[in-house]
């Protein structure tokens, strides 16, 4: 009967309306506040404080812009947040059908509320988790929400009621039915994954993790630098306001001011050459997370596979087996024989599949995106095969007239239809293979048709199945004319049978060349689907996986591990590879356990079911054209063709991306070191500043920064995939980054405090000191620039115009300083005089000496290299 209008009411009242919460997205000024939680912001604020406070407003005034430029930088890149509650809730603004005073109306699916009669059929959306207690022919596409393709069947269990779920948000393909609405909003299915999306995501990029403990590196050391400082000061009698300037610019030296800025141009500058690759990047720091992976755990349906029920299989009578081609292009496909040959125009073939159109509801339609099924999936599958054995639907429905047809029913498992052909009718099934074996007394030979061989098909059968296909079977038979008057069931006898065939959700062509290509690159593929255990393990070899039958996991035994706690689950991912019949919250604890595991954890997806795994991942990487709103949204990432080989260039790319930080990171921080190294030395000696504050910020920022923007911008090496991953642990400065530091900064460290002492001796002014010096280090960038285009490879082996931008940057930061020194203002603010072409000479021949040490030191570290690379491969070798 339903509830009453006012019933509806008050259970609206108490349960609030059917709908998911819209996330608070942070506005732009509260983005662009977030940019300042860092150590070194803080330090270079107490620097403009401090220089603010003793009258020196210039220096001030450069380190408020260098911070309101950073943070604007930051505030635009990250307001961006949070839709994904927002498209989950689109799923729900529909319409729902339900009984309401004793009437069928259709009603906003907001105002649906627990008590609701509803009303379901094919084409519409579930709109609350309903109980079924009625079902005519009854299935639902809920694949989204669980990750298994075929439609699930709902049954009502003889002598019980309420006891079929259908959830939220799942569509109806066939049939109709009647439920109890039993949980709206947050309660239902899709509100608990909501719930999960709204959580803060408990994993960090790579990239994040690292830079976090680089800020605090800096931080720590130039607190040290700058007490030790003070203290020297002090002893030496200096004033407290040269203390605070000398401060200031101990800050300003370490601190690399223009990296954020970089970093995010090298982000940028991957993400355009990813967006190449069909890879979109929604947020920015997963461009290096998605180098940084070392585990990839990908849902199965519409990632691993096409999404589609295909056939793939053809058995006929006597055990001959064809392969039909898959594809989103049907006319391209073919129908193959063992050798490889096209035999589509097979009689036996062709007899089949019109077997197979003739009782078949489904259509095909072809539009400007292709060719779209409308029906049933076994259906449309069955008439996409038919087409590739040039069987078109219309011509033959025009060639063999139908007079009746018997629909499938679950309880037949079969379908038939009767056709009108000359002076006959004729009769086509498909359906169960049991249930067509014994409808038919003969089969198809080829040449002949012979007595039918039950056990000898129910083996093949078995066989099929035992692959984890969906096999249906066909056949066809003749009436006369005289027994034409009253077809049905009681004609399907007497049959010829012509042959099975297999379906499947196949895998996509390109997926086992993509996962080969991860292993080669070090990176683990861990498959994590809601489909029963015998269909993984098939999709999982067919994909290419690597796994022995102790690493396929189920649902079940995750949740046995999780009774046991953390230690329990995590003892389980550590080994296994293939998890089937898994649920949501399971993948999440899943994904969840593999970081715990030590792992950088990708996470591949395309349904409602796979959104909180992706949004708590390290990175989360949706499919972009079959893929839901809510997957997107909860993305990092987007493959904008489905192709799970993108991921392969995402990670490439992503490599790219950290090697050009850590490019960028080692000429930023190398003259930041040697610029500390100057007053490490200098005050201690009783010499004056060897830079000011305000020459400290124009060399890190205006100079450097115009470098490291274009060598952010690097070509690929080439090796990025022959190498493993990074330890998920390892460092920003690993063991090559230090000792290439500490040789580079010996040398402008030193020689710049050597420059300096040896032009005070010979009665230079300070001022005058200081110009050549700062110009001094001015080429020591520009060199520096050169010799970090690559951590191993020699500069005399990169070509030169293989980054154009990187030769007119360093132009252009040279002719910024010559400048500066006939621009009157700036002149003065820096403190800057002319200099003659002998001293620019003498300053550039010495920042050469940069090119000697370091080149030197890769010549070392290839050696090294080769040397330990021999000695794995030849005790291999001699076993």
């Not at 004033?239 to 990296?259: H, K, R, T, Y």
């Not at 080429?779 to 030769?807: A, D, H, K, W, Y």
């Not at 009157?824 to 021949?845: F, K, N, T, V």
């Amino acid at each position: 009967m339903g509830l009453t209008a006012l019933e509806a009411e008050e259970r609206l009242a108490r349960f609030g309306a059917n709908l998911l919460p819209e996330p608070k997205i942070p506005s732009f000024l509260m983005t662009f506040l977030l940019q300042f939680r860092s150590p070194l912001i803080y330090i270079l604020l107490v620097a403009a404080a401090l220089s603010a406070a003793l009258g020196d407003l210039e220096d001030s005034f450069f380190i408020g812009f260098v911070l309101v430029l950073n943070g604007i930088v930051g505030g635009v890149q990250e307001h961006s947040a949070g839709r994904a509650a927002a498209a989950l809730r689109k799923l729900e603004e529909a319409t729902a059908t339900v009984l309401r005073n004793q009437a069928v109306v259709t009603i906003p699916a907001r105002l649906v509320v627990p008590g609701d009669i509803v009303l379901l059929e094919a084409g519409a959306r579930v709109p609350a988790d309903v109980s079924v207690f009625q079902a005519t022919d009854l299935q639902c596409d809920e694949s989204l929400l669980t990750g298994e393709s075929a439609p699930m069947k709902k049954i009502i269990p003889p002598g019980q009621e309420n006891a079929v779920p259908a959830f939220a948000g799942t569509l109806v393909t066939r049939g109709r039915g009647r439920g109890v609405v039993v949980a709206t909003g947050m309660s239902s299915e899709i509100g608990k994954i909501a719930a999960e999306l709204g959580k803060k995501s408990s994993a960090k990029p790579p990239l994040m993790i690292r830079l976090a403990k680089f800020s605090n590196l800096i931080a720590w050391l130039v607190g040290f630098a700058m007490l030790f400082l003070i203290l020297v000061g002090l002893i030496r009698g200096l004033a407290w306001g040269d203390l605070f300037l000398m401060a200031v610019g101990l800050a300003v030296s370490a601190i690399p001011e223009g990296l954020p800025v970089a970093i995010s141009v090298a982000l940028a500058i991957s993400m355009r050459r990813m967006a190449r690759e069909n890879v979109i990047v929604r947020r920015m720091p997963a461009v290096e997370a998605l180098g940084s992976c070392t585990m990839i755990a990908t849902d199965k349906t519409g990632t691993l596979t096409l999404n589609e029920l295909t056939v793939t299989d053809i058995v006929l009578p006597g055990g001959s087996r064809f392969e039909c081609e898959t594809g989103s292009e049907i006319d391209a496909c073919r129908i193959l024989g063992d050798t490889g040959h096209d035999l589509s125009a097979n009689d036996r073939v062709s007899r089949l599949f019109k077997a197979a159109s003739m009782p078949n509801e489904g259509a095909l339609i072809r539009d400007e995106n292709g060719w779209a099924g409308v029906g049933d999936t076994v259906d449309v599958a069955l008439l996409a095969a038919a087409r590739k054995a040039g069987l078109e639907h219309q011509a033959l429905a025009e060639h063999y007239p139908l007079l009746t047809r018997i629909p499938y029913e679950p309880d037949l498992k079969y379908a038939a239809s009767f056709h009108q052909r000359g002076d006959v009718v004729r009769v086509f099934a498909k359906g169960s293979p049991e249930t067509l074996i014994g409808m038919a007394d003969r089969m198809d030979m080829g040449t002949e048709f012979v007595p039918i061989d039950r056990d000898a098909l129910l083996r093949q059968k078995e066989e099929m199945a035992a692959r984890g296909l969906r096999v249906l079977a066909f056949a066809d038979g003749e009436i006369s004319s005289g027994e034409s008057s009253d077809l049905g069931a009681h004609h399907l006898v007497d049959l010829v049978f012509l042959g099975m065939v297999g379906m499947q959700d196949p895998v996509r062509p390109e997926v086992p060349q993509a996962v080969a290509d991860c292993r080669s690159a070090g990176v683990e593929v861990a498959m994590v689907t809601g489909d029963d255990p015998q269909t993984a393990a098939a999709i999982a070899r067919d994909a290419g996986l690597s796994f022995t039958e102790d690493q396929l996991v189920t649902g079940h035994d995750v949740q046995l591990a999780e009774e046991t706690g953390e230690a329990g689950l995590d003892a389980l991912t550590a080994h296994a590879r293939i998890y089937a019949r898994v649920a949501p919250t399971q993948k999440l604890a899943i994904v969840r356990s593999l970081a715990r595991n030590g792992h950088f954890v990708a996470v591949t997806g395309d349904g409602i079911n796979d959104a909180p795994a992706l949004k708590h991942a390290h990175v989360g990487v949706a499919m972009g054209r079959k893929g839901t709103d809510v997957a997107k949204e909860s993305a990092d990432i987007v493959i904008t063709d489905d192709n799970f080989s993108s991921i392969v260039s995402g990670i490439r790319e992503g490599r790219v991306a950290y090697s050009n930080i850590r490019k960028v990171i080692l000429m930023l921080v190398t003259t930041g070191i040697a610029e500390v190294l100057l007053f490490l030395l200098a005050i201690p000696l009783g010499l004056p500043m060897p830079l000011l504050p305000v020459q400290l910020l124009w060399l890190n920022l205006v100079t450097n920064g115009i470098q490291d923007v274009a060598l952010a911008g690097e070509k690929r090496e080439g090796d990025e995939l022959q190498r493993p991953p990074r330890r998920p642990r390892e460092p920003i400065f690993d063991a090559i980054m230090i000792r290439r530091i500490l040789v580079t900064v010996a040398v402008m460290g030193f020689g710049g405090f050597g420059l300096f002492y040896w032009l005070l001796a010979q009665g230079y002014e300070v001022s005058q000191a200081r110009n050549l010096l700062l110009l001094l280090f001015v080429m020591f960038e520009n060199v520096q620039t050169f010799t970090s285009r690559s951590e191993r490879r020699s500069i005399f082996s990169i070509p030169l115009l293989g980054n154009p931008l990187l030769v007119v940057t360093i132009i252009i930061a040279q002719a910024l300083h010559i400048a500066a020194m006939y621009i009157p203002w700036l002149r003065d603010i820096l403190d800057l005089a002319l200099i003659s072409l002998a001293e620019w000479a003498l300053m550039l021949l010495g920042a050469a000496s940069i090119i000697v040490v370091t080149e030197l030191d890769k010549l070392r570290l290839r050696r090294t290299e080769a040397r330990r690379s021999r000695d794995i491969v030849e005790p291999v070798t001699k076993r």
